[in-house]
């Protein structure tokens, strides 16, 4: 099956039932998608699908076919961090980081359909776990990240 992922083609030879989260990470070496929960709960295996944040640990790879699939090392700007991952940075909102990538996924999902989210919208469309508990610093970081797009910026100073 042909899967395009990051703006590239990859053809991958696998069951049409293969969880997408394995396809990247033992297929393609794609491990920025991390593994959780195994049951499309926790977001640590975030990706956009067609610009719709999924989770992957459950969903068939041959769903994916024709579509879109953008995982945490395809965002970026102009071969840079985005908004987002710099006011990640900027807010120090990963401490163990393990469900980062799922979240800045989710995060660039939310900002390209909402580009100024109130905290009500943040906290309906952002229902992945961080166990660390950094949900202020994640919010203020896409605050941020909306106010730094919204001004075309990139990085700040």
Excluded: F
């Amino acid at each position: 099956m042909e899967l395009k992922i990051n703006g590239k083609t990859h053809s991958v030879d696998v069951e049409e039932s293969m969880p997408l989260l394995w396809v990247l990470r033992d297929e393609l070496n794609l491990t920025g998608t991390k593994y959780g929960c195994g049951v499309s709960s926790c977001g640590a295996c975030t990706v956009m699908l067609d610009g719709l944040a999924v989770r992957t640990c459950t969903l068939p790879a041959s769903s994916a076919i024709g579509k879109e699939i953008n995982t945490i090392e395809g965002i970026e700007v102009e071969g840079g961090l985005s908004a987002v991952q710099k006011a990640w940075i900027e807010h120090q909102v990963p401490q163990c980081g393990y469900c980062q990538s799922g979240m800045i996924v989710a995060t660039e999902a939310l900002l390209n359909e909402n580009p100024n989210p109130t905290d009500e919208d943040i906290d309906q469309a952002i229902n992945n776990i961080c166990r660390c508990g950094t949900y202020p610093r994640i919010r203020a970081a896409i605050h941020t990240a909306a106010e730094w797009r919204a001004a075309n910026k990139n990085l700040p100073g």
